[in-house]
């Protein structure tokens, strides 16, 4: 019954007290900014926490609640071992198990979480690498990075903002493949939120706690950022987000790198062939031809939704490149399901 009131933001697990946590507990340096950013340097703490419903009276004595500790501990693990980030990188596109094992990078950030965001990004943009992508400018190809920067990060900031901190013995993990990078967190999407209305429905699972990140810089309370990932992951010509709830206890997201496309054409023979045809090429042709270059394949009909042209028009564009030898076809010109991949 109380996982039910949790999931329908009928009873907050972060309003919840903890009796086991003192005020000296808590981190004073965070504390001192969280006075200065709401322009009340020189009130008490006592004062500061309650005034933001952290600090609750029960039976005669006065508590520090759950999200006061997991915000603002100096050692959350203390309190709450598995506020953190696990992080595993596979050598490869598939986890393998007993002798097969792949895992090369297998690390935990704990921190509380107005710290474990930026700790986070930190840590993880060092471990991601950078990709050769076609500049739709100039027909150059160019150094991009893995995934737009946005995308991945405000993957992490979602997870940490809503996960379902009552699951105690849950916690957030970030794994890298070669191909994507996955975010899982604990906890089913909270409310009214779906897998399908994600871009456009906003619900809070802990309102408090993202207030004070709002206050911090680290999140933004409007539904903005889902709706720039999926944007942001379409100007790198990469697949869109795949959200999902497995088991229903967790939400992922996947981020798709197209890796296999990227890496075939760093090569300088392949730059100075593009930019030798470039010129010769319309404006949609162009747009064809940037967004093969960041694809092993695609399909006629997709370039029409995505150049938003007829297929007719696309039709027309892919014979011409053809000709010219700028792209090729992937099977035979009668196949339905025929596509098309840069010839270089």
Not at 97 to 111: F, L, S
Not at 224 to 229: A, N, P, T, Y
Request: glycine share 6%.
């Amino acid at each position: 019954m109380r996982k039910l009131e949790y999931s329908k933001g009928a009873r907050h697990y972060e309003d919840e007290l903890n009796h086991d946590v003192k005020i000296s507990d808590l981190d004073a340096e965070l504390i001192k900014k969280y006075k200065d950013i709401l322009g009340s340097p020189n009130i008490s703490v006592e004062q500061l926490l309650s005034s933001r419903g952290f600090y609750k009276e029960w039976n005669g004595r006065k508590y520090l609640t759950n999200a006061a500790v997991l915000l603002f501990a100096k050692n959350v693990y203390q309190f709450y071992p598995n506020c953190r980030i696990r992080f595993i990188r596979y050598d490869g596109t598939t986890a393998g198990v007993g002798t097969q094992m792949n895992i090369i990078k297998d690390t935990n950030i704990e921190y509380p979480i107005l710290k474990i965001v930026e700790k986070a990004k930190k840590f993880i943009a060092a471990q991601l690498r950078e990709f050769t992508s076609l500049d739709s400018e100039t027909g150059n190809f160019k150094t991009v990075e893995e995934y737009p920067p946005f995308a991945w990060a405000e993957g992490i900031v979602n997870a940490v903002a809503h996960r379902e901190y009552a699951m105690e013995g849950k916690y957030i993990k970030v794994t890298m493949y070669d191909d994507r990078l996955e975010i899982e967190s604990p906890g089913k999407l909270p409310n009214i939120v779906t897998v399908d209305n994600i871009r456009t429905t906003n619900f809070s699972r802990n309102p408090r706690m993202a207030r004070v990140l709002a206050d911090f810089g680290i999140v933004k309370e409007l539904n903005e950022g889902v709706k720039r990932i999926y944007s942001d992951m379409e100007n790198y010509f990469l697949e869109a987000p795949e959200y999902s709830e497995p088991g229903g206890q967790t939400v992922k997201l996947v981020l798709k790198n197209n890796i296999i496309a990227r890496t075939a054409r760093q090569t300088e023979t392949a730059e100075k062939k593009m930019v030798e045809y470039w010129n010769k090429l319309d404006a949609v042709e162009k747009d064809i031809v940037t967004i093969m270059g960041s694809r092993s394949c695609i399909t006629a009909t997709e370039l029409s939704v995505m150049v938003s042209k007829t297929r007719r028009t696309i039709n027309k564009k892919l014979s011409h490149l053809l000709e010219i030898g700028v792209i090729k076809m992937n099977g035979n010109k009668h196949d339905p399901t025929l596509t098309y991949s840069l010839n270089i």
